[in-house]
């Protein structure tokens, strides 16, 4: 409660966002010391709902270990509940910070849809935050969540969402209909990167119809898919050229500053080969960067993308891979390097299990800072070869 209450005190001046982000550092710092959901609650997500604006002190406005009764069961609870005029507007159900939410089922968030009024859930570890609305059918909470932030790996867009669930400004209707464009934004942009990943028999044949007047057979459609594959990736790759390019010409030096800037972070996009560096990739490189910052200064570990992987290097240097990933199939793998440079690949399902993996990421670093003479210059040359692939 001290801690809580320090915590407030010294971010009471900060806006918002700023508030999220300290919360967030604090969270990596935390996290090894916490091992079951009270200390979940206590050391995250409290501090989460005060930032909103709610005084988890005060029982008139949050209320702990909510009792509802539903149907049969007498005696539900949720883990908490924000009031407004005596009725609950947001249930939070909370799991412990080692959970994974993957495997975890909303299960009385979504009894408590049918018995109340309450349009918003969240099921949260701390560290990931779903928040849950009934938009397809009323007082049925959806099997998806219109809303996910991970605490790891902070987006200002998505806190800027955030904001509306705050004790200042929240609003049931506002809320509603921000929702349902999140909600199927969020799928269709799924969508969109599966399909640019690996193109889908339908997703390919559409584009058959539209610019091919033969007949449609496996074969054809086979030969399209690679097609479509290519035409898609440089499609977005020059999008993201021509973003540049105006940006350039319309802020001159200060465009000139923010090429600089994305020369500094050593993200390499390779534009002339058919090569684009996804956004899963770079989302990827940011999560690596984050779990190395506290060893390696950020400005040192680049991203260099290739055809068939996505390598993150230390000093810009493909004689020193931090590790690989390998994300242009529906299975995710990230390969990790021992101290022999011998490559170990292990399947991911999101990118977040990235952290699960923090110590490979930083005991390959030590081995680089720890032999900086002849063992490490003395690379394969198979090796060598292999990330010279373009």
Do not use: W
Not at 113 to 118: A, N, Q
Not at 136 to 159: S, T
Not at 189 to 195: F, Q, S, V
Not at 288 to 297: G, M, N, P, Q, S
């Amino acid at each position: 409660m001290v801690l809580l209450i320090e915590y407030n005190r010294r971010h009471c001046n900060m806006d918002f966002i700023d508030q999220l982000k300290g919360l967030s550092s604090q969270i990596s710092k935390q996290l090894d010391h916490i091992e079951t959901e009270e200390a979940t609650k206590n050391a995250l997500i409290m501090p989460f709902i005060n930032i909103l604006g709610y005084n988890v002190f005060n029982p008139a406005e949050v209320v702990p270990e909510f009792t509802c009764d539903v149907g049969t069961k007498k005696g539900e609870k949720v883990d908490y509940a924000i009031m407004k005029d005596g009725n609950p507007i947001i249930l939070f159900e909370c799991k412990s910070a080692n959970s994974d939410l993957e495997k975890e089922h909303a299960s009385q968030l979504y009894r408590y849809f049918s018995v109340t009024e309450v349009q918003v859930g969240v099921l949260t570890n701390g560290i990931i935050y779903k928040f849950y609305s009934d938009l397809e059918e009323a007082n049925k909470m959806d099997a998806k969540p219109f809303l996910e932030i991970d605490m790891l790996d902070i987006r200002e867009p998505l806190l800027e969402e955030v904001k509306r669930f705050r004790k200042e400004s929240f609003d049931e209707v506002g809320i509603v209909t921000a929702a349902i464009e999140l909600k199927y934004t969020k799928e269709i942009k799924k969508i969109l990167g599966e399909e640019l990943n690996s193109p889908s028999e339908e997703f390919v044949k559409f584009f058959i119809k539209q610019v091919y007047s033969g007949r449609m057979t496996k074969r054809v459609t086979e030969d399209f898919k690679d097609i479509t594959h290519r035409a898609f990736k440089q499609f977005v790759n020059e999008k993201i050229s021509d973003r540049l390019k105006s940006a350039l010409e319309q802020e001159g030096d200060n465009g000139s500053q923010e090429a600089a800037t994305l020369e500094g972070e050593n993200l390499e996009v390779e534009k002339d080969d058919g090569i684009v560096t996804t956004e899963e990739e770079i989302e990827g490189y940011h999560i690596v960067r984050a779990i190395l910052h506290e060893i390696a200064d950020p400005e040192r570990i680049a991203l260099k993308d290739r055809r068939r992987y996505c390598n993150v290097l230390l000093d810009n240097n493909s004689r020193k891979p931090i590790c690989r990933f390998y994300f242009d199939s529906k299975q995710k793998y990230v390969g990790f390097f021992d101290e022999n440079k011998a490559e170990e690949k292990l399947p991911i399902d999101r990118l977040s299990d990235i952290y699960k993996y923090a110590e490979k990421l930083r005991a390959t670093i030590g081995y680089y800072e720890r032999n900086t003479s002849s063992k490490f210059r003395a690379v394969p040359e198979d090796f060598v070869f292999l990330d010279a692939e373009k």
